[in-house]
């Protein structure tokens, strides 16, 4: 058995600099948010919004025919790797997150670094929920607003 080689697209690499260079700054935005003692306040804004935003552009791209029917398959895939991949990417931080945990424990404040853990996985699963049903809600909103589905599309076409 044969290994592929994977295809490498030009544009989706483009779409995915521009995307993580947005996230990146806005991460670096909220790093500038002062902590509270260990408790990384910025950090855990950063994931929290990440997990919102990327769990809710995934259920409305997975949900909707109207972002299919008028931007095709070529449009979701940028959506999604220069928004998803690209921008919540480049926003969160898992080695912040595990460097931040791994100081506090190290300074003798072992409950807040495992603390700030636990709330951050705790309180990102509870944001990844909200996002898919924010994002789920707003696809079938686009569809039920009139604008034309992907079975609409196929039938004048």
Known sequence: MGHRIPQ??????VVVF?????GTALRYTFAL???AGDFHTGTLAANLLACFLYAGLT???????SFAARFGSRGKEYASRGLGMGL??????????AL???????S???GVGVLYL?????????CAAIGAWAGRRLAATGTASGTASVSDVRKEA
Do not use: W
């Open 88 to 97: 919540c990417g480049g926003l969160s931080t898992m080695s912040t997150l």
């Open 18 to 22: 521009v995307g993580g260079t947005i």
């Open 100 to 106: 931040e945990c791994f100081t506090a424990i190290r």
């Open 59 to 65: 259920a409305f791209l997975a949900g909707s025919a």
């Open 108 to 110: 003798g404040d072992a």
């Open 118 to 126: 636990v709330v951050t996985f705790a309180l990102g699963i509870l």
């Open 8 to 13: 490498i697209h030009p544009d989706i690499i």
């Open 33 to 35: 948010i002062p902590a």
